[in-house]
C-alpha cells in the first residue's frame, strides 16, 4: 500500500512562473518530509527538507509547505527555471527502522523557456 | 560530503548472465540499499542492509540476491537476467543520524 502519494505524474510550467509540487501521505506517525530532485541518468539528490513540527520550510526560489491535518505538503518554486525541469520525488520518514524512507512514484516537472 | 558510488554508469547484458551491480560508500553508513526506478513506477526497493551480513527483502526482491560482506559495499546480483530487469539501479546508504537518504549516479542496466 503506497503510503506516499504523488497524483500527478507530470506538471509543465512556463519559465518565471511557480511551479507547484503535491504530495499527500497516509501515515501519521512520518515525522520528517523531504523532496529529492532527480536529472535523467543521475541518482536523486537531495533538495528541501521539512520538520514535521513546521508547517513551512524556505531555502532560495524553494519552499515546502506541509498542512498536517490533511496529510499533505507541497513544493513550491519560484521563479521556475529550465534547469529546474527534472522529476521531483516526495519522502517521508518514519522514526524506527532500518528502512524508514518511503518513497512517492514521482512528478516530472517540464519549464519551457 | 557523503559519497555512494556506483561501479558502472552503463550496463548491457545478454539474457541469462549473471549480473553484479555494486555499490560502495565512504560514510560509514549502517543501512544500505537497493532501488529500481522505472518510468510511472517511482524508487521500487529491492534489497536492503542494515548491518554486515545482514539483508532485508524489500517490495519486488524476486531475481534478485544481494550481499554486504563489508559495512561499505552493498551488492546487488541478479542471478539470471531477464529483459524485464533493464532499469535504472539506485543504491543509498544513511546513518542513524541522519534525515534521508544519500544516493550513487544510477546504474543504466540493459538486458538483451
Known amino acids: 500500500d503506497q503510503q506516499v502519494k504523488q497524483n500527478s505524474p507530470s506538471l509543465s510550467v512556463q519559465e518565471g512562473r511557480i511551479s507547484i509540487l503535491n504530495c499527500d501521505y497516509t501515515?501519521?506517525?512520518?515525522?520528517?518530509f523531504l523532496w529529492y530532485k532527480k536529472y535523467p541518468a543521475e541518482g536523486p539528490t537531495f533538495l528541501i527538507s521539512i520538520s514535521s513540527i513546521k508547517d513551512k520550510n524556505e531555502d532560495g526560489r524553494f519552499t515546502v509547505f506541509l498542512n498536517k491535518s490533511a496529510k499533505h505538503l507541497s513544493l513550491h518554486i519560484v521563479p521556475s527555471q529550465p534547469g529546474d525541469s527534472a522529476v521531483y520525488f516526495c519522502a517521508a520518514r518514519q522514526q524506527t527502522g532500518a528502512n524508514n524512507l518511503f518513497f512517492g512514484t514521482g512528478t516530472r516537472l517540464t519549464v519551457i523557456p | 560530503d557523503v559519497k555512494v558510488t556506483q561501479s558502472s554508469r552503463y550496463l548491457v547484458k545478454r539474457t541469462g548472465e549473471k549480473v553484479f551491480l555494486e555499490c560502495v560508500q565512504d560514510?560509514?553508513?549502517?543501512?544500505m540499499f537497493w532501488y529500481r526506478q522505472d518510468p510511472g513506477l517511482g524508487l521500487r526497493l529491492i534489497y536492503f542492509?542494515?548491518?554486515?551480513?545482514?539483508?532485508e527483502k524489500g517490495d519486488i526482491p524476486e531475481g534478485y540476491s544481494v550481499s554486504r560482506e563489508k559495512k561499505e559495499r552493498f551488492s546487488l546480483i541478479l542471478e539470471s537476467a531477464s529483459t524485464n530487469q533493464t532499469s535504472m539501479y539506485l543504491c543509498a546508504s544513511t546513518g542513524d543520524r541522519y534525515y534521508g537518504y544519500t544516493f550513487g549516479s544510477g546504474t543504466r542496466l540493459t538486458v538483451v
Open positions: 560514510m560509514d553508513h549502517e543501512n
Open positions: 542492509s542494515y548491518d554486515v551480513k545482514m539483508k
Open positions: 501515515n501519521s506517525m512520518f515525522d520528517y
